[in-house]
């Protein structure tokens, strides 16, 4: 799980951990170290992301939200009691794929917080409404 979680928090590929360098230094601590494979590793990451987002999603749940007629904005109580930011990244890689990735963020005892709420292969005709609902399927 350690392995994972810094594989994952130092954005570091999940083939690191066959590296044969990496690999001897940890029978160099513990010769009877078994190193799982970039695959497990990979698969543990799905894991931890799917755990966390459950975790995330009842901290940061909106519990009613409406409209008042003479007010556009609309009201919204949340578990969470303060303001939370929405963010939207669309980007295309270098062989033609487009991706949107969605994250939240908020404060927390005075620091900023964010996390990572989905990463959307995007797969339709670029439009406003295209790509809004697919955000809003994100959430």
Not at 54 to 59: A, C, G, L, P
Not at 83 to 91: F, P
Not at 98 to 124: C, E, M, P
């Amino acid at each position: 799980m350690k392995l994972a979680l810094w594989v994952a928090h130092r954005h570091r590929p999940f083939a690191i951990v066959e590296d044969e360098e990496l690999v001897d230094i940890f029978t160099d601590l513990n010769n009877k170290v078994e190193v799982p494979s970039r695959f497990t590793v990979s698969r543990d990451v799905k894991e931890i992301f799917t755990m966390s987002r459950v975790k995330v999603s009842e901290m940061l749940k909106v519990n009613t939200c409406y409209f008042n007629l003479l007010n556009i904005e609309p009201k919204v109580r949340q578990a969470y009691p303060g303001k939370l930011h929405l963010c939207a990244d669309g980007w295309t890689s270098p062989n033609i794929i487009s991706f949107i990735g969605l994250t939240v963020h908020w404060a927390n005892d005075g620091q900023i917080q964010s996390t990572i709420l989905d990463f959307i292969k995007y797969v339709r005709q670029f439009s406003l409404i295209n790509t809004s609902l697919t955000c809003i399927k994100g959430i």
